[in-house]
């Protein structure tokens, strides 16, 4: 049984930092790309990173490139987004997910429950 579970989530001020965790289980973690995606108060879903199986190639979104960094550890079976120079705009619910395949160009087939991010002052 697949399970995605975000933590790190938290308020922070802007310009400040968090990093996202999310656990994955139940299926092979290596052999699957994995993105992060965020959904604003009133908005719709935005695709924010991905990250290959193996970790050789990232993927950002204009809005967050140069600010966040996606990673993952096959250890550990984690896969993070570390947070940068937080804006209000960042404020929203982010889902970790994990990809149909070894890249997130097929799309994705399980997603966690979320975790909150604020960004305020």
């Known amino acids: 049984q697949v399970q995605l579970v975000e933590s790190g989530g938290g308020l922070a001020q802007p310009g400040g930092s968090l990093r996202l965790s999310c656990a994955a289980s139940g299926f092979t973690f290596s052999s699957y790309a994995m993105s992060w995606a965020r959904q604003a108060p009133g908005k719709g879903l935005e695709w924010v990173s991905g990250i290959y199986s193996d970790g050789s190639r990232t993927y950002y979104a204009d809005s967050v490139k140069g600010r966040f960094t996606i990673s993952r550890d096959k250890a550990k079976n984690t896969v993070y987004l570390q947070m940068n120079s937080l804006k209000p705009e960042d404020t929203a619910l982010y889902y970790c997910?994990?990809?149909?395949?070894?890249?997130?160009?097929?799309?994705?087939?399980?997603w966690g429950k979320g975790t909150l991010v604020t960004v305020s002052s």
């Open positions: 997910a994990k990809a149909i395949g070894t890249s997130i160009i097929g799309g994705m087939d399980y």
